[in-house]
């Protein structure tokens, strides 16, 4: 328990500055990957009835 303690404060010490236009850049892109992933599953299904 003491070491998971020790880790978490030595962690806790460190500071690194977030790059929020490229956070905001790879939320888009993923966005944009699934939104395509999502259009092409409902145009491929469009065409098939109900089993």
């Given at each position: 328990m003491f070491n998971?303690?020790?880790t978490v404060l030595a962690a806790e010490?460190?500071?690194h500055e977030i790059?929020?236009?490229l956070s905001w850049g790879v939320?888009?892109?993923?966005l944009v990957i699934m939104?395509?992933?999502?259009?092409?599953?409902v145009s491929f299904g469009a065409g098939r009835e109900h089993s």
């Open positions: 998971a303690l020790t010490g460190t500071h790059n929020h236009a939320g888009a892109v993923i939104l395509g992933l999502l259009l092409a599953l």
